[in-house]
Antibody, heavy 117, light 112 residues
Framework: QLVESGGGLVQSGGSLRLSCAAS????????MSWVRQAPGKGLEWVAT????????YYVDSVKGRFTISRDNAKNSLYLQMNSLRAEDTAVYYC????????????WGQGAPVTVSS | DVVMTQSPPSLPVTLGQPASISCRSS???????????LTWFQQRPGQSPRRLIH???NRDSGVPDRFSGSGSGTDFTLKISRVEAEDVGLYYC??????????FGQGTKVEI
């Protein structure tokens, strides 16, 4: 199970930190990702990280503003979002990948983020 | 970057009849390891996406066998052999052969 939290309303230029609590599987064995969906729009991959945090990948539009991280002891994934823009408004999904790389196998229920301008 | 193009954007279907969705990539999705990392997702109204098919044609656990994925190179198809009411929703293809970035198709809305 993947349960996101931390979403909400924030002003343009502000910051927000999303959390994803994982349960029911050995969290430290899996790559993890964030995917977002703007209102009425399609899916957009945001960021992915390896089990031990040694490799992190971002979509160009969030590089330098968003940081993906994890705490394997707490079975938790995070997305620190800084310098937020109106175009970051979306539902953010935490996803469990595979043990050997990205695969978006399981999805959480999503955390809505609204950036007001 | 790879671009994924889905068609049609909207697909009216009839219960009990077959349906298919097309997805094309701007370059071959055959990886150097021999796999084709083409994935299909279903998103029912008001729900999170759910993975249906991975690595071109592998159905995920719990996915009805009326769903099948096929194709090669740059052309891919998701087929529903007999549409049921619960199949209504959005369907997305995605590639992760050449990533980052991951690329999704624009989505196909399946409606009765």
């Amino acid at each position: 199970q993947l349960v996101e939290s931390g979403g909400g309303l924030v002003q343009s230029g502000g910051s927000l930190r999303l959390s994803c609590a994982a349960s029911g599987f050995t969290f430290s064995n899996y790559w993890m990702s964030w995917v977002r969906q703007a209102p009425g729009k399609g899916l957009e991959w945001v960021a992915t990280m390896k089990q031990d945090g040694s490799d992190k990948y971002y979509v160009d539009s969030v590089k330098g503003r968003f940081t993906i991280s994890r705490d394997n002891a707490k079975n938790s994934l995070y997305l620190q979002m800084n310098s937020l823009r109106a175009e970051d408004t979306a539902v953010y999904y935490c996803t469990r990948d595979c043990t050997n790389g990205l695969c978006l196998g399981y999805w959480g229920q999503g955390a809505p983020v609204t950036v007001s301008s | 970057d790879v671009v994924m193009t889905q068609s049609p954007p909207s697909l009216p279907v009839t219960l009990g009849q077959p349906a298919s969705i097309s997805c094309r990539s701007s370059q071959s999705l055959v990886h150097s390891d021999g796999n084709t990392y083409l994935t299909w997702f279903q998103q029912r109204p008001g729900q999170s996406p759910r993975r249906l098919i991975h690595k071109l044609s592998n159905r995920d656990s719990g996915v009805p066998d009326r769903f099948s994925g096929s194709g090669s190179g740059t052309d891919f198809t998701l087929k529903i052999s007999r549409v049921e009411a619960e199949d209504v929703g959005l369907y997305y293809c995605m590639q992760h052969t050449h990533w980052p970035p991951v690329a999704f198709g624009q989505g196909t809305k399946v409606e009765i």
